[in-house]
T-cell receptor
Framework: DQQVKQNSPSLSVQEGRISILNCDYTNSMFDYFLWYKKYPAEGPTFLISISSIKDKNEDGRFTVFLNKSAKHLSLHIVPSQPGDSAVYFCAARGSRGGSNYKLTFGKGTLLTVNP | DAGITQSPRHKVTETGTPVTLRCHQTENHRYMYWYRQDPGHGLRLIHYSYGVKDTDKGEVSDGYSVSRSKTEDFLLTLESATSSQTSVYFC???????????FGDGTRLSIL
C-alpha cells in the first residue's frame, strides 16, 4: 500500500517557466512533509519542508503548497533553471509517537528543464 | 554538506556471501537510517537507529541486520546476500527526530 504517491514519473519544462511537481498521500497521520532533490550518483538533498499547520512555505524559487483536505502537496519552482533537472522525491513523516522520525517516500519525479 | 561517508561506494559480490556497508558521520547526530533505492520504488527504509545500541526495523528489513556501537558509525549487514538485494543503499542522519534527514552519497551494491 503506497502511502505517498507521485503519479508523474517525469516532467519536462522550458527554462524560465514554472515547474509544478505533485504528491498525494493517504495517511492522515502524516503531519510533516519534505521535498528532496536527487542528482545521479549522489544522495538526496533536502530542499524544503512544510508542517501540516501551514498551507504554504516559500524558500527562494521554491514554494511548497499543502492541501490537507485533499491530502495533496505540490512543489513549485519559479523560474525553472537547467540545473534544477533532477529527480524530486516527496516524503512524509508521521505525527508524534514511535514513528515520528521515519519518513515515507514517493517514487520520485524526474524533472527535465530544457534550455 | 553534512559529514556523512558511506563505504564502500561500489561493491560487487556473489550470492550467499556476507556483506557489510558502513556509514560514518562527523555530526554527532543521534538518528541514523539505512534506505535502499530501487527503480519504481523510490526510497525504502531498511533499519534505523535512535541512539547507540538502539535500533529498530523499517519497512524492508528482512535479510538485513544493523549495529551501532558508537554514535558515529552505523553498519548494515547482509548475512547471506541474494540477488534481490542488488540496489543502491543510502545512509541518512538527523540530529533530532523533527529535523530533515541528510543523506550520504550511497553505495551501489551488485550481487551476482
Amino acid at each position: 500500500d503506497q502511502q505517498v504517491k507521485q503519479n508523474s514519473p517525469s516532467l519536462s519544462v522550458q527554462e524560465g517557466r514554472i515547474s509544478i511537481l505533485n504528491c498525494d498521500y493517504t495517511n492522515s497521520m502524516f503531519d510533516y512533509f519534505l521535498w528532496y532533490k536527487k542528482y545521479p550518483a549522489e544522495g538526496p538533498t533536502f530542499l524544503i519542508s512544510i508542517s501540516s499547520i501551514k498551507d504554504k512555505n516559500e524558500d527562494g524559487r521554491f514554494t511548497v503548497f499543502l492541501n490537507k483536505s485533499a491530502k495533496h502537496l505540490s512543489l513549485h519552482i519559479v523560474p525553472s533553471q537547467p540545473g534544477d533537472s533532477a529527480v524530486y522525491f516527496c516524503a512524509a513523516r508521521g505525527s508524534r509517537g514511535g514513528s515520528n522520525y521515519k519518513l515515507t517516500f514517493g517514487k520520485g519525479t524526474l524533472l527535465t528543464v530544457n534550455p | 554538506d553534512a559529514g556523512i561517508t558511506q563505504s564502500p561506494r561500489h561493491k560487487v559480490t556473489e550470492t550467499g556471501t556476507p556483506v557489510t556497508l558502513r556509514c560514518h558521520q562527523t555530526e554527532n547526530h543521534r538518528y541514523m537510517y539505512w534506505y535502499r533505492q530501487d527503480p519504481g520504488h523510490g526510497l525504502r527504509l531498511i533499519h534505523y537507529s535512535y541512539g547507540v545500541k538502539d535500533t529498530d526495523k523499517g519497512e524492508v528489513s528482512d535479510g538485513y541486520s544493523v549495529s551501532r556501537s558508537k554514535t558515529e558509525d552505523f553498519l548494515l549487514t547482509l548475512e547471506s546476500a541474494t540477488s534481490s538485494q542488488t540496489s543502491v543503499y543510502f545512509c541518512a542522519i538527523s540530529g533530532y527526530s523533527n529535523q530533515p534527514q541528510h543523506f550520504g552519497d550511497g553505495t551501489r551494491l551488485s550481487i551476482l
